[in-house]
């Protein structure tokens, strides 16, 4: 029975041109951000690639590791980031890694291309969460109170069909109208991208299909909706109007009000006011130290000496001076860290009342462009501040905070040796891996299967008491 | 008989259910969204103002013209509300001193991304998306659904001339279209002049522009959709056309246009030019550094053969010189470094417009990119504010360093530590004498002026004639068909 109500809604829909509008514009947009994806993907790496081979060139020529001093890192692209561009476009993908002290992510892809900024990227995120969810209204508004209007849902029952079998069946019917032809297309669209010479990893295939799976858990969580609010309605067009203004508290308002609450709720320092703080505090050392400084006195006359204790003095008080600015530093940070996972928090739980935010949560994390992207990133980039500061020390005999200039005298005439530029500890990012994405993208996915089954609940429990007439 | 018409659709929009959705839908959108606009201004203007105390405070406690820094900011403007563009996307600040380059970092979202995560729709993108789907819906069956209905037989039974009853029937569902637009927008309005948002005539002017932009996008759509509704027989098969046009337009076209751009022409990363400065600038210095040793040595060599008095003496006489040379070629250095980067920004900065100039150009094809396009020119909030801020900051740091360096002439004063070291007299340091307050009176200060290009009008007036060209193209189209069209 089932099937029999399920291949009716089906045909219903296909043949309908609805459907063919819909799914030309569902094609057009899969398609382009497929290929639109891999073509921006394939121009970052070659952007990137670009950037790495400068900064292996700019140390040719330079003949003692003291004057490398730095080291920059850069984010590298990954194939996923352009189907679901989360924040990876919005926090800072370089950072200039020096033996020791902080270390700050600089350069956002919008912050420095502001021409993409103002029109964004088309990504599966976008799609699923406006365009899908669109759709899906279209799709089952009127999956009641429309049969009802035309008289057809008297005509069904006349006969002896269960409901709770017609409505199953009519879900059924609908969700597969529009999912298999939309599972075509990215199938379609994963197809293009080794063509384009685009070759993701096992790993980032699954992540992939995991994301399509939230899609599709979140398209179906607006179809049951629809067909929820189509079974409290007795006219078509009152549902249509409704679910409109649901959509758009869910796909427009709720997030970002969500976003500005945690922020009235918890107060993050600005980033001014510590680095201002800071600022003071370094002045502060600087002025102290200043007058340990014109009062030293070396024990030694002679020349040599005088100059190596003097070093060695001044060596003592930067490092000093180095310590308590980080100490400082550590403090203000953590504490805005703090405050501001606090506020990420509040901002992300209010969020998933509503299912975009839910969806488009669960895509970032599983593309890993949501948020952790950017602790990450700086996590492994303090990592490699260590290997680099050890290289240093090996090299050179110490680290350097990038401030100073050291300028070292020989006596001999013959030129020494350019350094190989090879030798530079590189840094490598590693992805986080799919058990990992997945094992935290399975709350929200949950929590959209669990929407899924409050809105079917509702609608079933509607619809038992439904006036056919 | 021309009023008539009008009053009876205006009766028949106003009367309909669909009115009292869509007013109240963009009434909650409208508000909505320049309240949280206004909410984000108000923030910004808090951000800004905290940094620059906080700036004003360092300065005051700075003791030595040497050590004299600055950081200048970005300024708000409260036309953002209405268009937030990239303001939140570009650095806030930039650090201003002799041996960094100016830099806009810092931004909105990367201090913050969650509120990347979730960004809000501002009015602009509301009218974009939003209201163009309502001016839609208004008129999609004006024509094609009166005929399925059967009134439009019934209306040309008796003889109402159809220029007439065309024109009626888009004036009429346009007033009823610009109720749901401009009341809730007058509200807003009144709410930020109520919060006390500082606008001045220049704004008001702007403000002006950019509600007859809006009229005239949603213009467009609501044509646009008589059009489409005169070209088709049933109403359903226009609104779906309708839909698809309207995806195109509004979601794909602006974005491939970019992307396009972007693959015809390519500019350097951030990273690349970073590292091609970095380059430079550790060669410089290890020229600097040879060229160092070079004098070194030929000093040197030029009092060997001296007895111990003599070369003191010499030394003596000869440390003002040589401490003036090192200086120089350390500054000149520098010169060199800043001049490298400077031409190199000159570069990238000229091949990002570019891009920018080519994306900007195919985007104009759809009315909602150029729509978009006013709506951040009016805002000051375009693709320019960053390159335009550049620049305002490059001739600000020449500005400060000449204050700072014509101060530390007067003064002596040149802030770090100066060692001698003598065989006889031992180590001496010398370290910045502590001057207390510095009179800062006439330091020349940082004031981000709102951008006053006879580009920009220009522009603004270029775009709303592409729209009014489309709007005027559309509307001929359905006054031509509508004069044959089978009323059946």
Redesign the interface.
């Known amino acids: 029975m089932i099937k029999l109500i399920m291949e009716k809604e089906l045909k219903e829909i296909i043949s309908s041109p609805k459907f063919v509008a819909t799914f030309a514009v569902c094609s057009a947009l899969i398609l382009l951000t497929f290929y639109m994806g891999g073509q921006n993907y394939l121009l970052s790496v070659k952007r990137h690639s670009a950037a790495i081979a400068e900064n292996q060139r700019q140390l040719g020529g330079l003949t003692d590791w003291a004057k490398v001093r730095t080291s920059r890192i850069i984010l590298p692209p990954q194939p996923i980031e352009a189907l679901v561009v989360g924040v990876s476009n919005d926090i800072g993908r370089s950072i200039e890694v020096m033996g020791r002290g902080e270390l700050e992510a600089v350069d956002s892809r919008y912050g420095s291309d502001t021409i993409y900024a103002v029109f964004r990227f088309l990504d599966l995120n976008f799609i699923f969460q406006i365009v899908m969810s669109l759709f899906a209204i279209l799709f089952a508004y009127d999956a009641i109170s429309g049969e009802r209007e035309r008289g057809s849902l008297r005509l069904v029952f006349s006969n002896g069909v269960p409901r709770d079998k017609y409505l199953i069946g009519k879900l059924l019917g609908a969700f597969l109208a529009v999912a298999a032809p939309l599972a075509l297309l990215i199938l379609l669209g994963c197809l293009t991208l080794p063509l384009m010479g685009v070759h993701p990893s096992t790993g980032e295939w699954g992540k992939l299909a995991l994301i399509v799976l939230s899609g599709f858990l979140y398209f179906g969580a607006f179809l049951t909706l629809s067909i929820f609010v189509s079974a409290s309605t007795r006219k078509s067009s009152n549902s249509f109007l409704i679910l409109l203004v649901v959509w758009v508290c869910f796909v427009l308002i709720l997030p970002r009000v969500s976003a500005l609450l945690a922020g009235k709720a918890v107060d993050v320092p600005t980033i001014d006011s510590i680095s201002s703080q800071k600022m003071r505090l370094s002045a502060q050392l600087w002025r102290d130290d200043q007058r340990l400084i014109s009062n030293f006195r070396p024990t030694s006359k002679e020349m040599e000496k005088m100059g190596q204790e003097f070093q060695e003095f001044m060596q003592e008080l930067s490092k000093a001076r180095n310590d308590k600015s980080m100490e400082l530093a550590r403090q203000l940070n953590e504490e805005r860290t703090n405050k501001r996972k606090l506020q990420e928090s509040w901002a992300l739980a209010l969020a998933r009342i509503s299912p975009s935010a839910t969806f488009s949560i669960a895509a970032a994390k599983l593309a890993d462009t949501g948020l952790a992207l950017e602790t990450g990133f700086l996590k492994q980039a303090y990592l490699y501040q260590k290997v680099f500061a050890d290289f240093m020390v090996e090299k050179t005999g110490e680290t350097f905070d990038g401030r100073h200039m050291i300028i070292k005298m020989s006596d001999s005439d013959e030129t020494p040796e350019p350094i190989d530029p090879l030798e530079l500890p590189v840094f490598e990012y590693q992805a986080r891996p799919l058990l990992e994405v997945a094992a935290a993208a399975l709350p929200d996915m949950a929590v959209l299967f669990i929407f899924n089954l409050i809105f079917f609940t509702g609608a079933f429990v509607r619809f038992r008491k439904y006036d056919v007439r | 008989m021309f009023t008539t018409l009008i009053e009876k659709e205006l009766k028949l929009v106003l009367s309909g259910?669909?009115f009292i959705?869509t007013f109240?839908?963009s009434a909650?959108?409208i508000i909505?969204s320049m309240t949280?606009g206004l909410?984000e201004y108000k923030?910004a203007v808090r951000?800004y103002e905290?940094?620059v105390n906080?700036?004003e405070?360092?300065l005051r406690?700075?003791?030595s013209y040497g050590?004299l820094?600055m950081q200048a900011h970005r300024k708000p403007d409260p036309m953002q509300i209405f268009s937030i563009?990239?303001h939140n996307?570009?650095?806030r600040?930039s650090n201003i001193s002799s041996f960094s380059e100016i830099k806009?970092?810092?931004?909105a979202?990367?201090?913050?991304?969650?509120?990347?995560?979730?960004?809000?729709?501002d009015l602009s993108f509301i009218v974009q998306v939003?209201l163009s789907l309502f001016a839609i819906l208004f008129t999609y069956d004006a024509i094609s659904g009166e005929r399925e209905q059967g009134t439009l037989k019934l209306t040309f039974a008796s003889p109402v001339p159809r220029a007439q009853y065309v024109l009626a029937k888009l004036i009429g569902s346009w007033l009823g279209l610009m109720a749901p637009l401009a009341i809730p927008f007058l509200i807003g309005i009144l709410i930020l002049l109520l919060s006390g948002v500082p606008f001045t005539g220049e704004h008001w002017l702007r403000m002006s522009l950019f509600t007859g932009a809006t009229v005239l996008f949603c213009s467009f759509f609501a044509v646009l959709g008589l059009t489409l509704s005169v070209f088709t027989r049933n109403s359903?098969?226009s609104f779906?056309?309708l839909?698809?046009i309207w995806?195109?337009t509004i979601?794909?076209l602006?974005?491939?246009?970019?992307?396009a751009?972007?693959?015809i022409i390519?500019?350097?990363?951030?990273?690349?030019i970073?590292?091609?400065r970095?380059?430079?600038s550790?060669?410089a210095?290890?020229e600097y550094?040879s060229l160092?040793?070079k004098s070194?040595k030929a000093r040197n060599v030029e009092m060997d053969g001296m007895n111990k008095a003599e070369a003191q003496a010499w030394r003596e006489a000869n440390l003002w010189q040589w401490m003036l040379d090192d200086e120089a070629a350390r500054e000149e250095t520098e010169k060199k470094i800043h001049a490298f980067a400077a031409r190199q920004n000159e570069d990238l900065q000229n091949r990002?417009a570019m891009?920018?100039k080519l994306?900007?150009t195919i985007?104009r094809l759809s009315p909602a990119?150029a729509y978009?396009l006013i709506a951040?020119d009016l805002s000051d909030t375009?693709?320019?504010?960053?390159s335009r801020y550049l620049a305002l900051m490059q001739t600000y740091r020449k500005d400060f360093l000449t204050y700072r360096e014509k101060k530390i002439d007067e003064t002596g004063d040149k802030g770090g530590?100066r060692?001698t070291?003598d065989?006889d007299a031992?180590?001496s340091?010398?370290?910045?004498r502590?001057k207390g307050v510095l009179d800062l009176s006439d330091m020349p200060d940082f004031s981000p002026k709102i951008s006053r290009t006879d580009h920009l009008y220009q522009d603004v007036i270029v775009n709303m004639g592409i729209i009014l060209i489309l709007t005027f193209l559309a509307f001929t189209m359905a006054f031509v068909r509508f004069l044959k069209y089978d009323v059946r």
């Open positions: 259910k669909k959705w109240s839908i909650i959108l909505l949280i909410m923030f951000n905290s940094a906080l700036n405070q360092a406690e700075t003791t050590n820094f563009g990239v996307d570009i650095g600040n806009l970092v810092n931004s979202y990367t201090d913050d991304p969650i509120f990347a995560v979730f960004r809000f729709p939003v359903s098969t779906l056309l839909l698809v995806v195109a979601l794909i602006p974005r491939v246009a970019v992307m751009a972007g693959q390519t500019v350097p990363s951030q990273a690349e970073e590292g091609q970095d380059g430079y550790k060669q210095w290890n550094e160092m040793q070194w990002k891009l920018q994306a900007l985007s990119s978009q951040m375009n693709v320019n504010l960053k530590i060692i070291m065989s031992g180590l340091v010398v370290t910045g502590d």
